[in-house]
């Protein structure tokens, strides 16, 4: 990494940014800064898609706001929920297999040694994610992107489960790009209790004015903690020291000394994901399907307002009545009360409606479901349905892609921005962190030593991505196949068996414990053929002997079967002189 940082550090080409209060502040607030122009349509969002999501500074921790203000029909909502309940399912599924490490060596990955260690380093990355919070964390990450258009995770060690996944929401966190167009800078503001900071950072390290206020017991009283992660410009690659490692983490309070923060710390890679569902150009943050669903919600929540007046103005109407009951005591329309009136007055007290409601109920609850339906398609509600029901066995990937193939056309570049910006550098972080414990990653055997690995993603999307290739291998080898029979034998000799087989395992996930490499199928193919010419050697030889056997007896019954003139028919057969011939 160079030196040299993007426009949101504040610094110059050249001028290495210095470790005070002032810089920090000074990149802190820039990163902020960048989010001014964002918050409002953040706020729709919230307002209209999700209002469990979102923190927007000037509001207090722990306290009970009314969010759902403007939320009368929950679609939007719900379709959120199941989104990224389907996103888990489909994409990092907690109760299936959703990575395997490989070698970048293609034919190293065929060694049964070689699997066999690439099997167990996955079993403990597994364990790892499954005894952590990372699965929790990543639903509310899921929610967050189908919501707001992107999503951050920050990572960070921890003593009892190796790693600790942090969602943060949309507005508590700003972020930086690098010239490449990856994250490489964020700034949080965190609000904390004294209690709080004095646990997480120390006592110590804790400005004064907070340990006063730790002293009192005074632990209602919120804080702000700033926390900025930033490239380090004294990175040294060679040098295990945390203060110069490639990225830096810093925090502190305005109350913190300006060279002495409550907390640093060292990342050898980004420790924050940040991932966006779609974006434009050199925007930093996302759009997402809260976005498109953005002003169906506001119109659904129009049309509810009026369903909703329009059945209480049904069931309650206003009422016409003669003064008269007004000077009575008026008019008590609870309902099984008695309306009493003076008869002497003449006449009927005359009450009644006061209008005659001509609103068509079924008419707008019919244009409610349409909008509703555009909601559930906006964040492909029906396609997260059938992946969760093919969690539970009722689907396989063939029926989902059959099913829903222009959906999975439509989310594919989704999936592949997820893959890169989210899932591998997750992976990534949990093998540097379990690198950095001793003797929990096994040495690897002697011959891949060195060679670098890549990630192979078989979740339940991958598969169903992967699975639209396998309707043209299937074409294609029937196609050979019809050749072959059609008098083209020669067809034959283009089908790689074994590639093929490799290619279909591969596409349908298939562990690779279950397919034999193609050294040992060929040396057991070996084996049978040379097997099967051992068979029919012996085959022949036996016909053979049975055919001299047979030949013997037949020679024998032969030499024993007399003829007239004494010999027998072996001896006539082979041309002897009969007995008592000429000479004696």
């Known amino acids: 990494m160079s030196e040299v940082m993007n426009a949101y550090s504040g610094a110059t080409v050249g001028n290495p940014i210095k470790d005070t209060k002032g810089q920090w502040n000074k990149i802190h607030q820039s990163l902020i800064d960048g989010t001014l122009s964002w918050i409002p349509y953040w706020r729709e969002l919230q307002a209209y898609i999700n209002p469990q999501l979102g923190y927007f500074y000037e509001r207090t921790p722990n306290y009970p706001y009314e969010y759902d203000v403007f939320m009368i029909d929950q679609a939007a909502q719900q379709s959120n929920i199941i989104q990224a309940a389907g996103m888990q399912t489909g994409i990092s599924s907690p109760s299936r297999p959703w990575f395997k490490l490989k070698l970048r060596v293609k034919h190293l990955n065929e060694s049964d ?144 000394p300006e060279t002495e923060p409550l907390q640093t710390e060292g990342y050898k890679s980004f420790p924050v994901m940040f991932a966006r569902w779609n974006v434009q150009g050199q925007n930093v943050y996302g759009f997402g399907p809260g976005w498109q669903a953005r002003n169906d919600s506001k119109s659904i929540q129009l049309i509810m307002t009026d369903i909703l007046s329009a059945c209480e103005i049904g069931v309650k109407p206003p009422m016409l009545a003669p003064v008269s009951m007004q000077r009575g005591g008026g008019v008590n329309l609870t309902p099984g009360r008695v309306i009493w009136y003076d008869p002497q007055s003449g006449g009927n007290p005359g009450i009644m409606p006061a209008m005659e409601l001509k609103f068509d109920i079924p008419s707008a609850m019919q244009a409610k479901g349409v909008i509703e339906d555009q909601i559930r398609k906006a964040f492909f509600a029906d396609l997260f349905l059938m992946l969760q029901q093919l969690d539970n066995h009722n689907m ?25 910006e989210f899932l591998k550098p997750v992976i990534h972080k949990i093998w540097e962190l379990m690198l950095d414990i001793p003797g929990l990653i096994d040495p690897p055997p002697q011959g891949i030593q060195g060679i670098d690995m890549d990630i192979e993603y078989i979740s339940i999307l991958a598969q169903a991505q992967r699975m639209s290739n396998i309707t043209a291998i299937e074409q294609w080898m029937q196609f050979s196949l019809e050749m072959v029979k059609g008098g083209l034998p020669q067809a034959a000799y283009k089908i790689n068996v074994f590639g093929t087989l490799d290619e279909y395992g591969d596409m349908l996930g298939v562990p690779p414990a279950m397919i034999t490499s193609d050294k040992d199928a060929t040396a057991q193919m070996q084996q049978a053929q040379q097997q099967a010419q051992q068979q029919q050697k012996m085959a022949a030889m036996q016909q053979m002997a049975q055919s001299a056997q047979h030949a013997a007896g037949a020679t024998q019954q032969l030499g024993n079967t007399p003829l007239a003139n004494g010999n027998s028919a072996l001896d006539a057969l082979l041309g002897n002189q009969p007995q008592g011939g000429p000479g004696q």
């Open 113 to 256: 040694d070689n699997k066999t260690w690439l099997s167990r380093q996955e079993d403990k990355m597994y364990q790892m994610l499954a005894g952590s919070n990372f699965y929790n964390a990543s639903h509310q990450f899921y929610m967050e992107l189908g919501c707001f258009g992107h999503a951050a995770m920050f990572v960070e060690p921890s003593l009892d489960e190796i790693a600790r996944f942090i969602t943060l929401t949309c507005g508590e966190y700003a972020m930086g790009l690098g010239s490449d167009g990856k994250p490489n800078m964020m700034a949080r503001r965190i609000k904390m209790t004294s209690s709080q900071i004095v646990d997480k950072f120390g006592y110590e390290r804790t400005p004064l004015q907070i340990r006063m206020e730790f002293d009192a017991d005074k632990h209602t009283i919120w804080h702000e903690v700033k926390h900025l992660i930033k490239p380090n410009p004294d990175h040294n690659p060679s040098s295990p020291k945390s203060k110069e490692m490639k990225y830096h983490g810093v925090y502190w309070m305005n109350e913190s």
């Open 396 to 420: 396989t990937a063939r029926e989902i892609i059959e099913r829903s193939q222009e959906k999975m056309t439509m989310i594919g570049p989704v999936l592949e921005r997820l893959n890169h």
